[in-house]
């Protein structure tokens, strides 16, 4: 699996191995960075944050069909440039 984020504001889900989308959600605003929570057995990779143009920073969960929000915060005034997780 492979996660993506576009200017668009379109977060994209891959097989990356076929090079096929699974399926993808659409938000508002520029998406500019994203990061993947370290893979445990509690989340089995499936947890991203994607930082956004407007300052909003979205936690994401991906099931095996969709992605549903987790938390979303206005982080910042100005856009988010960089995403990262604590290895801890």
Wanted: charged share 25%.
């Amino acid at each position: 699996m492979a996660v993506t984020c576009g200017i668009d504001g379109t977060v994209k889900v891959w097989d990356y191995i076929r090079g096929q989308e699974y399926y993808s959600q659409k938000f508002l605003g520029q998406a500019n960075c994203i990061d993947l929570l370290r893979r445990s057995e509690a989340n089995k990779g499936r947890v991203c944050a994607v930082g956004f143009e407007t300052g909003i920073l979205r936690i994401l969960e991906m099931s095996d069909t969709n992605i549903d929000i987790a938390l979303v915060m206005k982080a910042h005034d100005g856009p988010i440039d960089f995403v990262k997780f604590a290895p801890n």
